[in-house]
């Protein structure tokens, strides 16, 4: 018996160590190309703020979250919803990144601010399938708003982490108005 015991913990021993790498659970961005679509054309970037103001924005939101203990994710997008800047606070839940899509799209999409999407999404049973139908959304959330420069939208502002939405678009509006005078 001793002898089997000892052949196995030899055996264990000496078999290499191997560990699964962690699979990502809340993936943000969509795949790696496809090679036909890397023969396509690359077209710029869509309308957008500047990267410098959106970095700025995007700390500002988390920053101010963060003093009320949120751990949040800040993502802004230009006018096509594309991510320009994702920034996470240390400790946030990696759905932040997905939620704050989530709104951006809601926001692109209706033209409202996510908040009024939530708004109408409960008083509109028909609106709410709609949504639930609409992967890129699928629960209307209050915490992204519009970015405008004059009367144009130049991109989009979601803020995901904090306990309730209501909490989000205050930081959201903070990242927003730290740099509102160079949207002008």
């Not at 993936?27 to 679509?37: K, M, S, V």
């Not at 500047?50 to 979250?65: D, F, G, I, Q, S």
């Not at 004059?150 to 903070?174: I, Q, R």
């Amino acid at each position: 018996m001793k002898k089997l015991l000892l052949a196995s913990v030899a055996l264990m021993l000496a078999a290499p160590l191997v560990q699964a790498q962690p699979m990502n659970p809340a993936p943000t961005i969509a795949p790696a190309p496809t090679a036909d679509e890397m023969k396509q054309p690359r077209p710029p970037r869509a309308v957008g703020i500047p990267t410098a103001v959106a970095v700025e924005a995007a700390l500002e939101a988390n920053r101010v979250c963060l003093g009320n203990t949120y751990k949040t994710t800040a993502m802004i997008a230009d006018s096509a919803g594309v991510p320009i800047v994702v920034i996470s606070n240390d400790g946030a839940a990696a759905v932040t990144q997905r939620i704050a899509m989530s709104k951006i799209q809601a926001v692109l999409k209706y033209k409202m601010s996510s908040g009024d999407v939530a708004k109408k999404a409960a008083a509109d049973p028909a609106f709410a399938a709609e949504l639930k139908a609409n992967p890129l959304i699928d629960t209307a959330r209050q915490g992204a708003l519009a970015i405008t420069k004059g009367s144009e939208v130049v991109g989009f502002f979601a803020v995901s982490g904090a306990p309730g939405g209501d909490k989000d678009e205050v930081c959201t509006k903070a990242g927003l108005d730290k740099v509102a005078s160079r949207l002008k």
